[in-house]
């Protein structure tokens, strides 16, 4: 078509995100359950990444079928004893997914300092092969820019991904009353060839749990 623009060939990340996500749409029998956590007892400081990890780390303790890798072609899996949990972020110049290693031996702290390090590896471009592989559940924090619920791709080995949208006002029931209250929507997307619908409930009910703790 006269005027316009040249096809832009995909190199880099953008390049890899294509053909992953291509493959996830692919081989995944993907389902997706979504919930809120009422969260009307955070505030400005609340660090809600480090919240979301230590929420995925009891889900998995709760339902250890999440955290795990699935084989579609021999149709077997491994149960992960880690949990290793791939940190999606956006960047210009695609999606990086670095993996924070063994969530469940650090305290908020030290998920904070670990967090820092890998997004300011990944913002450097120094982020080693072994920091950007090796997940065995990944989380999707979009609401740091706003979103409700979403039906998130899955990347095999992996069996779920939890999404995070973004934390607002709803009117919900409270006592069989309405009542406004601050709510962050929740959405996992599991295969559902490695996982049932029961281990995903059981999940969730756990990240929202840990996310409503006022301790």
Partial sequence: VAGAAAAEPLRGPRRAMARNMARAHAEVAAATVTDEAVVDHWDAATDVTVL??????????????????????GLTRVLHRHVDIGIAMDTEDGLFVPVLRDAATHDLSALR??????????????????????????????????????ALL??????????AGGVAPRVIAVDGKPAVRRTLPLSLTFDHRAVTGGEAARFLKAVIGSLERRD
Avoid at 154 to 163: F, R, S, T
């Fill in 52 to 73: 979301l990890i230590k929420a995925i780390v009891a889900g998995c303790a709760a339902s250890p079928a999440l955290n795990a890798w699935f084989d579609g072609h």
């Fill in 113 to 150: 300092a670990e967090l820092d390090r890998l997004k300011a590896a990944v913002t450097a471009r120094t982020a080693t092969p072994d920091e950007l592989r090796g997940q065995t559940i990944t989380l999707s924090n979009f609401g740091v820019i706003g979103g409700p619920p979403a």
């Fill in 154 to 163: 899955v990347m095999p080995p992996q069996v779920a991904i939890l999404g």
